[in-house]
């Protein structure tokens, strides 16, 4: 089972680092069958890389989501919108329609505050990350 873990957000945008951190932290485990990317968004050029995978899962900030990470599975979806970014469903989608599959994929999302240029990452922020890397040993242990 081979896995793909996608980190993306800003990291000089404060509390939207949470993701890449996340993925680089789950890099340093040097896990077999596990691949981390770091991207700053999520550009179509990435169905490519999701289609060689069984499993993938997104890592983001994201505001509004309460207190706690959450972990979603997700299914192929139209766009929400067009343009240079995207989102994890359509990915999915477009992995499918390319290359005639996908990876099971999640997406992680941690609760995040602060998106001020060169900002710290927030209390709240550091909480979720903790929270999220052992969801992340969890699902990862599961392969």
Not at 68 to 94: I, N
Not at 115 to 140: K, N, P
Request: some cysteine; hydrophobic content about 50%; glycine content about 6%.
């Amino acid at each position: 089972m081979t896995w793909l873990v996608l980190g993306y957000g800003n990291e000089l945008r404060g509390d939207d680092a949470v993701g890449p951190l996340a993925a680089r932290q789950v890099e340093a485990w040097h896990l077999p069958e596990v691949r981390v990317t770091v991207t700053h968004g999520l550009t179509p050029e990435l169905a490519e890389l999701l289609a060689g995978f069984d499993r993938a899962i997104f890592i983001d900030a994201a505001v509004g989501t309460e207190d706690a990470v959450q972990l979603v599975e997700l299914v192929p979806t139209a766009p929400a919108r067009m343009g240079h970014t995207s989102d994890p469903g359509w990915l999915l989608s477009l992995c499918e329609q390319l290359f005639d599959r996908r990876p099971r994929a999640w997406l992680l999302t941690l609760p995040a505050e602060r998106f001020d240029h060169g900002a710290e990452l927030s209390l709240l922020a550091r909480r979720s990350l903790t929270e999220a890397l052992a969801r992340l040993q969890e699902l990862l242990a599961t392969a």
